[in-house]
């Protein structure tokens, strides 16, 4: 049972390239969540899904997109990056909002 | 500005000490939770307390709720050196559909 796993785990890009950072679960997770982690700052929400086909905006969505295609998946998109976006990604999932949330081990993401 | 805010920001004691963090927030809650994140690693459930509740427990973690006083506090009894990690509160607002993290208290446990 490999719980939440992020696919990279480290990453450069230079400014304005474009990546897509992958999170799959395999608990059968309604919700699904992107956060970045920045020092000082604690986890901040970039997007979430309350399930399969669906999105949403959290606290700091400019600059990215993603989507829910399947259940077990939720992907997360830079379009074009910015330095500001170096950072620690982090995705989680939880059987419904009240629940408590699983994270994968983060995505190491620096943009030169 | 944060919902929940970690005190202190940083707590260094001895191995078999007990340890004690504090989180307050601003706004009403369904719950609260708290997580821990070893160096280099995701985040880890430990406990979850419903804003009915007073008290939880489990194992050597004791979290309380004082909800007129929009606070928390997670207490960890007989610390060892792999308690070493950083703890954050998490709120479950209201109004919302998302947790709500604070900026953490990191814990270094000597041996």
């Known amino acids: 049972n490999a719980g939440v796993t992020q696919t990279p785990k480290f990453r450069v890009l230079k400014t304005g390239q474009s990546m897509t950072l992958l999170c799959a679960q395999d608990?059968?997770?309604?919700?699904m969540y992107w956060y970045r982690q920045d020092p000082g700052m604690g986890l901040r929400l970039i997007h979430y899904s309350v399930g399969e086909g669906t999105t949403a905006k959290g606290e700091v969505p400019d600059g990215y997109n993603v989507s829910r295609l399947k259940k077990q998946n939720f992907l997360l998109g830079l379009e074009s990056a910015a330095p500001s976006q170096t950072s620690v990604y982090f995705c989680a999932s939880s059987y419904s909002r009240v629940q408590p949330q699983h994270f994968g081990d983060g995505t190491r993401l620096s943009i030169l | 500005s944060q919902q929940g805010e970690e005190d202190p920001q940083a707590l260094s004691i001895q191995e078999g000490e007990n340890a004690t963090m504090n989180c307050s927030y601003k706004?009403?809650?369904?719950?609260l939770q708290w997580y821990r994140q070893n160096s280099g690693r995701g985040l880890v459930h430990l406990i979850l307390i419903r804003s009915n509740e007073r008290e939880k427990h489990s194992g050597r973690l004791r979290v309380t709720l004082d909800t007129s006083k929009k606070s928390s506090s997670l207490l960890i009894t007989a610390s060892r050196a792999a308690d070493t990690a950083s703890y954050f509160c998490a709120t479950d607002m209201e109004y919302g559909n998302k947790l709500v993290f604070g900026a953490g208290t990191i814990l270094r446990v000597k041996s």
């Open positions: 706004t009403s809650i369904n719950n």
């Open positions: 608990m059968n997770h309604e919700y």
